[in-house]
């Protein structure tokens, strides 16, 4: 008899399935004002979100205050009128009853209260503010350490209390869209160790209203463009390189509609930073569009480089980094130095981006600050900073304008992940993520590493995060958080005027395109086994793939079959393995030999028995699929 594969239920649908259930309840019911109908965590990834819902006879706009644990807690937003009232509260505590008010325009309130229980979820060691600077913004930080469990993306109020978090393991940068909601990564995995299938716009509340796919997956950054569209760092060819490849999303279908390859911009074999290697010789870990002039920046960790070039054309216009180490006809990309004073160039940067009055903004690693083995600093005489340079393409000179970070030495010093942010002339985030000792030393092996590298021994591994607020050099805000690193820092507001809910299903955009298949007709002998359990095979099918893993000797042939009525359809399983010398996140315990392989549902339909055919022999693996 066969075993057919059940789909597993995408994220969307899932919480579709969860909207459409409140709501027929809600709109079932009498619930009124002084009885409204309450969803804890409606979309089931933000348990200090809900949803109030009643009615009303007449159209009425309502105000929510979500009272805080004191009066500067409180958060409000006025939600326009209506008869059918199904409103998303934010920033609820957690180990917390809360109290939400209920104003109606007429001047008639209701109170609610909501308990959430204790979440296991690292808390702030401390938050220095006060609340007439921070007002009710949250820091929201983003986990580069997802595989501790409490090292969740969460979000911290003017108190260092706990309003937001998501409980699904997407990472990398957050943004806020022009429409209020978040551009966040997608949950879903497409290789190893940090890419996934794309990019997710989705509501504070949880609710994801897109997915947007790639065909060579996303990892690190992306922005929205002034035209709605998307620009995202991706991959090409994950077999030749990886994370040297920009596309731009049209926002509407997902499609791609333009893309940059940086081997056909720079040199491979040049430049080479500390953690540079053959395959990730780049490893992009910004992306920027800079309208003046047309351009688009990027930040290449593994090169100590920040580049420059045309959106139009591809040509390089620039680089910022040491000059050490590329050859002649590279030097005229870069800038001379005429900094009266203190000057560093940036080593193993990220999130390089151009201001308003065309400076360069970049967190500068610092990672062993040289270009050379024999000169490296070490990690506890080391500093990680942000800095702004001062640039004249037309002299190609650069000065250091400002900096902050090196001051504090090693204790702010991270040696992966960080961000910087630009909130006017002079009001500047620094935001130092990636900070770690062993044993009480700091080092430069990267925290989302050491959680694999020092498995036995976390007892002596402390990963930790500082974020920094600056107003005309004046210290305004600092957040240290302990129990994991986290990539990127953001300062949002819950509610604005932006504020964005709606309902309905979230959408599936883009596409991995069409699988290759396997170019030989090739006949395969039968094992007449059971797969050893050796290769630690799974497969799920989820709504728009098929998803393998495995482990798998390097080298070896694999080949994934689907073998229908009338023929077979093989597909070529890679077994390589490649140095990874940089995962700036984990998100689930690798070992070298381990292997994704997705097949997409594009283009495949009817019913396939699936084998698995592993150096010439093949295996029956007991799976069969209904596409």
Known sequence: MKQYLETQK??????????????????????????????????????????????????????????????????????????????????????????????????????????????????ACACDTTYEYFGKDIMIISTATPLIDSARTCGFDYKGDLRWVMTEKASWDIKQLSNGRLLVSS???????????????????GKIYAEYRLPGGYHHDAIELENGNLLAASDNNFDESVEDFVVEIDRETGAIVKSWD??????????????????????????WYDKPTNSITMSGRHQDAVINFNYDTGKLNWIIGDPEGWGEEWQKYFFKNVTKGDFDWQYEQHAARILPNGDVFVFDNGTYRSKTADNRVLPNDNFSRGVIYRIDTDKMEIEQVWQYGKERGSEFYSPYI????????????????????????????????????????????????ITVELLNNEVKYELMVKGGNY????????????????????????????????????????AGVELPEKYAVSLVLEEDRLALRGTFVEGSQVLLEFKGVDSSKFY????????????????????????????????????????????????????????
């Open 262 to 287: 940086l081997l056909k911009i720079l040199p491979r074999e040049q430049g080479k930073a500390g953690d540079w290697n053959h395959h990730d010789w780049f490893h992009n870990n910004a992306v």
């Open 10 to 123: 995408h994220l969307i649908t899932l919480q579709h399935e969860s909207e459409e259930k409140f709501l027929a309840e809600f709109r079932a019911g009498n619930y009124t004002l002084e009885n409204p109908y309450v969803v804890k965590n409606p979309y089931l990834i933000n348990p200090l979100a809900a949803v109030i819902c009643f009615t009303t006879e007449e159209e009425v706009a309502v105000k929510v205050t979500v009272k805080g644990k004191a009066v500067e807690g409180n958060i409000e937003h006025d939600f326009a009128a209506a008869k059918e009232h199904v409103l998303p509260i934010y920033g609820l505590y957690d180990a917390y009853e809360n109290t939400v008010v209920l104003t109606l325009e007429n001047g008639n309130t209701a109170e609610v209260r909501i308990e959430v229980e204790e979440l296991k979820v690292n808390k």
């Open 487 to 526: 990539y990127r820092a953001r300062r949002l507001a819950l509610y604005d005027e932006k504020t964005n809910y709606g309902l309905g299903k979230g959408k599936l955009l883009g596409g991995f395109g069409v699988n290759s298949e396997f170019g030989l007709k090739v006949k395969f002998k039968e």
């Open 418 to 465: 960080c961000n910087v942010d630009y909130y006017g002339e002079g009001h500047y985030m620094v935001h130092s993520g990636g900070i770690s000792t062993f044993r009480g030393k700091h080092t430069d092996d990267l925290g989302a590493m050491q959680i694999n590298k020092h498995k036995g021994e976390h007892i002596h591994l402390t990963l930790e995060s």
């Open 187 to 205: 949950y879903r995995s497409m290789q190893k160790p940090y890419y996934t299938v794309g990019l997710m716009e989705m509501g504070f509340c």
């Open 572 to 627: 070529s399983v890679p077994t390589d393995v490649h140095d990874i010398t940089a995962a700036c996140i984990s998100f689930e315990e690798q070992k070298e030999n381990d292997v994704q392989y997705y097949v997409s549902r594009e283009g495949l339909s009817g019913e396939f028995d699936l084998y698995l055919n592993i150096d010439n022999q093949k295996y029956d693996i007991k799976a069969s699929v209904k596409l």
